[in-house]
């Protein structure tokens, strides 16, 4: 499990993801598809960089 965003991979599996954000699997393959959500896709694989998830995330943490 993961303590803080220093303990994050550069990049992170839908699986990753789903842990961090405490939701399901299926879930975070939903959320990888909605516009705005930062996935790099490398052949059949979808990854998404720590950086710009942490930036996903503080951006859309309600104020």
């Avoid at 303590?3 to 842990?19: G, Q, T």
């Avoid at 699997?25 to 930062?38: D, H, I, M, N, R």
């Avoid at 996935?39 to 943490?61: H, Q, S, Y």
């Amino acid at each position: 499990m993961y303590k803080n965003y220093d303990d994050l991979p550069l990049m992170l599996s839908v699986h990753d993801v789903a842990e961090v954000l405490g939701i399901s699997k299926s879930s975070a393959y939903v959320l990888a598809k909605e516009k705005g959500f930062p996935t790099l896709k490398i052949g059949a694989r979808v990854v998404v960089p720590r950086d710009r998830f942490i930036e996903w995330i503080n951006k859309n943490v309600s104020k």
